[in-house]
């Protein structure tokens, strides 16, 4: 089970953003190249409940949204549902509420995760003859995609930065009135 924590704001703020970012990764994803460079919505999605509720809850988020990556795009079955979580669950390691202390150091962890995440999807593809070429498999892809990925990381961190502080001053009160 996802571990939501008791804040219902926080909850539903977590649970808007996922559905978001599944939206965003069916309908633009693919739209949204550049040269041959893809934000990885689903990767910022694992990261996001990594780095806000822990490690357990950022491998049941890099799972299933690795899983929903398998369907949509063309890729081995199974290798973005390995990837995402193994991602979910360091970055779940790395720092829990980090996006909430800071959310500088979390997107650059997720440009760190990216470059990891294509580093062995690149290996897998080329190791499974789907690219020829081992240098544009790992690096030609990898840092294109690592940065597009961490940019659309950017306005995510910080909106939810805006509502966990929001949500955790509310839980906090204030004694003068």
């Known amino acids: ?5 008791t ?3 926080e909850k539903t703020t977590l649970i808007v953003v996922s559905l978001i970012l599944l939206l965003i990764q069916i309908m633009f994803g693919p739209q949204a190249g550049i040269f041959d ?8 999605l694992a990261c996001m409940w990594g780095f806000s509720r822990g490690s357990e809850s950022g491998v049941i988020a890099g799972f299933l949204s690795g899983l929903a990556y398998d369907i949509m795009v063309n890729t081995p079955f199974g290798l973005m549902t390995l990837v995402l979580t193994i991602a979910g669950f360091l970055s779940g390691l790395l720092q829990r509420n980090l996006i909430s202390t800071d959310p500088k150091l979390a997107v650059l962890l997720t440009l760190g995760l990216s470059i990891l995440a294509e580093f062995v999807v690149g290996i897998f593809i080329f190791v499974l003859g789907l690219e020829g070429n081992i240098i544009y498999a790992l690096f030609g892809r990898m840092i294109a995609s690592s940065i597009y990925t961490s ?27």
């Open 1 to 5: 089970m996802l571990n939501l924590g």
């Open 7 to 9: 804040d219902p704001h």
């Open 37 to 44: 460079a893809h934000p990885n919505f689903m990767l910022l």
């Open 151 to 177: 940019l659309c990381a950017i306005p995510l961190v910080f909106i939810l930065n805006k509502f966990m502080r929001d949500s955790q001053s509310s839980q906090l009160g204030t004694r003068y009135k």
